[in-house]
Every structure is written in structure tokens, then in C-alpha cells.
């Protein structure tokens, strides 16, 4: 069985605006599935129809064999959910948190405080239990609430970007809680905007835009699919060079870390011609080279490189064009 079985699903909300145009995907259980996308792309409202905190306005979806819609109380029993904002009482302690939501799950008595120890043991919050979380970290927070999700030994775990605004030791932390949950066989469902963390952890995602799937793959196959090779120069030219920039025009290009990062798929005939510009520029050899695209080359690829949010209409149409041919490239898995 499927853990989660989207067919069309679409919403539109009373001032006309569409949140989802269509979205299709299948999640099998025991695996970890990566919702991508830029603001405004759809996926919280994703996990907001998936969850039952939001009604679908057309389309179906089924979790864990349940229809979301018909339902709804059988489902909230089998499931947690982290979302985005961590609904948190600051005056209560980390403990408290964990002890109502067992009795919300009317766990008896002593399987409550022994499921609640745990928690607080595997979370890495024991010394802070009894204090309240006004006294927490960001990170503390974050991974309270996540070990709220976890109190009933929910089948599957919705997580709606769970490490936005943590340091990188407890986003690892958390990488790790969430990798133990599908290895004791738990199903996930995670939305996240670091493409670091969907290479990282799932076995296969969806990258969203406009309310559509633009592709659905594995992230390898994602970057096979791609196709080409990156050129890397570290560091990048402190100077404009106006003849490399008349080559770069159909290229994407972007800058990280000091390096700039050439796209060349589809125009790696010009490669000679852009080393022999760099060398007459003074670029030498040892600050180029050639590498596999990333999945973040992926992303830019299908959803632009624009700071303004997510395509719609027609523009999202063609960003979804593109994910099919990816799709084709690397082999058609779905």
C-alpha cells in the first residue's frame, strides 16, 4: 500500500486564488519524500489538504489508505505533523508539551510518562524538560515540536520545512531523527527550501512551482537528467570580462561562495572558447573546473533564478515542459 496517493489535486481559495493546479505524485511506504519549491509554490498547502487542516477543492488524496476528505478522524490518529511555525506555549514546560499531547491521545498513564521520557532522551532535551520553553533554543523548539509529532508512534510524519532558522548541528541532529524514523519503518513527508537537505535525505522528491510537480525523481536521477557540465571558477573574476559575458548570455550562471558556476548543457561546444577567453584574461587553469550538475542547478533550472516568487499561468506551464524533459532524459522515472 501506498503511503500517500495524490490524483489531480487541486485548490482554489474563496478570493480566486489557485494554490494547486493539478498535483500528482505517490509516496511509498518506508521512504523519505522531498516537497521542493520556491514561496509560494504550493507545498504547505500540500501538506495542509494531506493533514486534514485543509479541505482539497478538487482532485483526491488518499494517506495511508484514508481518504483525506471522508476520513479525517481515523487519519489525525495515524499520523504527526510538524509544521512550519512551531505552535508552542512559552509560559509550559518541555514536558508538559509532550504530556498533553498524550493525553489528547488519551495514551494511558504510565505509557504516556515512559513515552515521554523517551522523547525527551532521544530529542536531546532532558536537562531542559522542566523549564519552560520561553528559555529554549530555536533549535530546542524545533525539535520539541517534532517530538510532539512523534508521541503517538504516528505511521507517518509530516515535517513542513522543520529546520528553517537551526545552526548546522541541530539541523544534523534532526537529519538523524528523521533517518531513525524511516529505518524503524515510518514513512515521511518533509517540505524544505535547502536543496543541501532533500540531497541529503530523500529517496525521492518532487520539485514544485505555480501549484504544479514540474518533476518527480530521485535526486540523483534528477541531476542525471540534467544532463551537461558545470564549469566552476574559484575564485570568481573580481572584474566584468565583457567577452565571456557575450558568451554566458544563454547560459545560467550563478554565484556562490566566491565561485561563479557556468551551466553548460546544451552548449558545450562552447567550452574552448570560454578557457580560451578566462586564459587571456588571466584566469588560469587551476581555478577552473568541470563538475556534475548539483540539485541546485536542478532547482534554478526549473524554477528560475528570479528573486520574485513562483511562476503562474502559462509561465508555470513551461517550467512544467521543462520537468517532462528531464523526466525523459533521465530514464522516466516516476
Not at 34 to 63: F, H, M
Not at 261 to 272: A, M, S, V
Not at 295 to 305: K, M, Q
Amino acid at each position: 500500500m501506498a503511503g500517500i496517493e495524490v490524483d489531480e489535486l487541486g485548490k482554489v481559495y474563496p478570493d480566486g486564488t489557485t494554490a494547486l493546479a493539478g498535483v500528482s505524485f505517490q509516496v511509498p511506504e518506508g521512504q523519505i519524500f522531498g516537497l521542493l519549491g520556491r514561496n509560494g509554490a504550493g507545498k504547505t498547502t500540500t501538506v495542509r489538504i494531506l493533514t486534514t487542516l485543509t479541505r482539497l477543492t478538487s482532485g483526491r488524496a488518499r494517506v495511508l489508505g484514508r481518504d483525506v476528505d471522508r476520513e479525517r478522524e481515523q487519519l489525525r490518529q495515524e499520523i504527526g505533523l510538524s509544521l512550519q511555525q512551531a505552535a508552542l506555549d512559552q509560559l509550559s514546560t518541555g514536558r508538559e508539551h509532550l504530556d498533553l499531547i498524550a493525553g489528547l491521545r488519551r495514551m494511558p498513564s504510565r505509557a504516556a510518562r515512559e513515552r515521554t521520557a523517551e522523547l525527551l532522551a532521544v530529542f536531546g532535551l532532558d536537562s531542559m524538560a522542566d523549564k519552560l520553553v520561553a528559555t529554549y533554543t530555536v533549535g530546542m523548539q524545533r525539535r520539541l515540536d517534532t517530538a510532539m509529532a512523534l508521541v503517538g508512534r504516528p505511521r507517518l510524519l509530516f515535517l513542513d520545512e522543520p529546520t528553517t532558522g537551526l545552526d548546522p548541528q541541530s539541523r544534523r541532529a534532526l537529519w538523524q531523527i528523521v533517518r531513525q524514523f524511516r529505518q524503524d519503518g515510518g514513512t515521511v513527508l518533509l517540505t524544505t527550501q535547502y536543496l543541501d537537505e532533500a540531497d541529503e535525505l530523500c529517496d525521492r522528491l518532487a520539485i514544485m512551482d505555480g501549484g504544479r510537480i514540474a518533476v518527480v525523481d530521485t535526486p540523483a536521477g534528477l541531476k542525471r537528467g540534467l544532463g551537461g557540465k558545470v564549469l566552476v571558477i574559484r575564485p570568481a573574476p573580481a572584474e566584468p570580462i565583457e567577452a565571456l559575458d557575450r558568451l554566458l548570455a544563454e547560459h545560467t550562471v550563478r554565484r556562490e561562495g566566491g565561485a561563479l558556476h557556468i551551466d553548460l548543457t546544451g552548449h558545450e561546444e562552447q567550452l574552448p572558447d570560454m578557457l580560451a577567453t578566462l586564459r587571456v584574461h588571466g584566469v588560469s587553469g587551476c581555478d577552473l573546473s568541470l563538475t556534475d550538475p548539483t540539485l541546485e542547478e536542478v532547482f534554478v533550472r526549473l524554477t528560475g533564478d528570479g528573486a520574485e516568487t513562483s511562476g503562474r499561468g502559462a509561465e508555470a506551464a513551461g517550467v512544467a515542459a521543462i520537468g517532462r524533459t528531464i523526466v525523459s532524459h533521465a530514464g522516466g522515472r516516476r
